[in-house]
Structures are given as C-alpha cells and as structure tokens.
C-alpha cells in the first residue's frame, strides 16, 4: 500500500487495520459519487471518474466495489450532495495543516476539524492562511521493486508530459501539473507500471522540523481527522519520523 508521501496523511499506513481500509474504500466511494454525478458514470467520458477508479485500484479496492459504488452514485445516492470543502489551520510548533472534505452537513463537519485541531495542539485558520505554501501537484508512485528500469520509467512519464521525477527510499514519484495529471497517468497505466497512489496532491515548498512531542501531537491530530469519514485528505509540511509499529 501507498504511505510513502511525506505531506500526505490519509496515504499514512492505510493497511493497519482492515477498520482502516474500510474507511479508505468509504472515502473513496466518496469521491465516486461525486464524480460521477458531476461527469456521468462512464469513465469513459469522465476523466475525473477514471482518476477515482485509478485511485481506488492503487488502494487495492475491489472491482465488485468499485462497480458498486458507481452504480449507487448513480441511483440511490444520486440524491446526497456532498460539498467540497478545505480548511486551514495549523499544528504543533506552527505546522501548516490542510484538510479537504466531503461532507452533507457543512456544520458537522466544520466543528469536528475544529475540535481534532484543537484537541492535536493545534487551531483553525482563516481560508489562505497556509495554502500559498504548497503548490498543487499530480503526484505517482511506483514501488522501486528492483524490476524497473529507473531511466525507462523516467522518460516514459517526461514524454506524457510530466514536470519532474524522483527515487527515494524505494519508491519513484512522478510530479506533473494538475491538468496533466491524467494523460501522465493514463500513458504510465497503459505502459504496464502499477500505481502505490496516484492523486492530485498539495505539496509544501517546505519543510517544517518538529521534535519528538510535538510530532506525538501531531500524529494525534492527524489520526482524529483520518478517523473522520467527511476528510477525503489532510496536508502538511511537518518532517515527521516514521511511526512505530
């Protein structure tokens, strides 16, 4: 599974717990509904649909699932209107924070990301307040599995027209601009490579370093927004060291 994107919360070690996965599938299952009634349920046609399916694939959801949860977004949730909506705030020792949701219920939702950012060390901020400090990136990864050849990929995603490419710790991650996501995408999936995630993400022009309890309250505050199922996905630029098992 993906959980290698150091700014990327809800990637964080989403095979834990099958509780955990669950909540992933939901999530996604999310994101379906309203890409489906924006564009239709045909993936074919809908290039924001078959980003989700992509997704939902990375994240070893099933087909059977993935049908599913178009079908229901076509018929019976046709009805529920989720609204997109991002928050801002900020963590321990001033780390930037940024929640993005989907939610029926805009009051429940706001006073629920309110109170983990308050409860994680942390306070809601003002709409801006820390979004100019990340740049909003397509963002690949592909496990470095020892059967790829690193210069291949490389100029396979440069020629669809990726802006940058990188290997670190084991994992090789292809950066494109947002609206060209999808063809970089869709010519790596074509070319044969498997996705550990594949998403339009908020990338921090930097780093922040915290200390061991300020990364405790951090860890605490990212694990309540990731708990709550109308946060699609959290943001933030804090140099965090890996959990332990």
Not at 128 to 147: A, L, N, P, R, T
Request: hydrophobic share 35%.
């Amino acid at each position: 599974m993906s959980g290698h994107s150091k700014w990327s919360t809800i990637k964080r070690k989403k095979e834990k717990t099958d509780a955990k996965k669950g909540k992933i599938f939901t999530k996604i299952g999310r994101e379906i509904a309203v890409a489906v009634k924006q564009g239709g349920p045909d993936p074919d046609t809908n290039s924001r649909l078959r980003d989700c399916i992509a997704k939902a694939k990375a994240n070893n959801m099933p087909n059977d699932n993935i049908a599913r949860s178009i079908k229901k977004a076509s018929g019976e949730l046709g009805n529920i209107n989720y609204e997109e909506i991002t928050y801002e705030g900020y963590g321990a020792n001033g780390v930037a924070v940024i929640v993005e949701v989907l939610t029926d219920n805009r009051n429940r939702t706001a006073a629920d990301v309110r109170h983990a950012l308050t409860k994680g060390g942390g306070s809601l901020g003002a709409n801006g307040c820390v979004s100019w400090m990340f740049d909003k990136k397509g963002v690949i990864e592909i496990e470095d599995d020892g059967s790829i050849d690193e210069d291949e990929l490389m100029m396979t995603a440069i020629d669809a027209g990726a802006d940058d490419f990188s290997s670190e710790d084991g994992v090789f991650t292809v950066l494109t601009d947002p609206a060209g996501f999808s063809g970089v995408r869709e010519a790596l999936e074509k070319a044969g490579y498997e996705f550990l995630s594949a998403d339009i993400d908020m990338v921090p022009q930097n780093m922040v370093e915290v200390n061991a309890e300020q990364a405790d309250s951090i860890y605490k505050l990212l694990d309540l927004l990731e708990d709550n199922d109308d946060v699609q996905n959290v943001y933030h630029n804090a140099n965090l060291p890996e959990e332990e098992e």
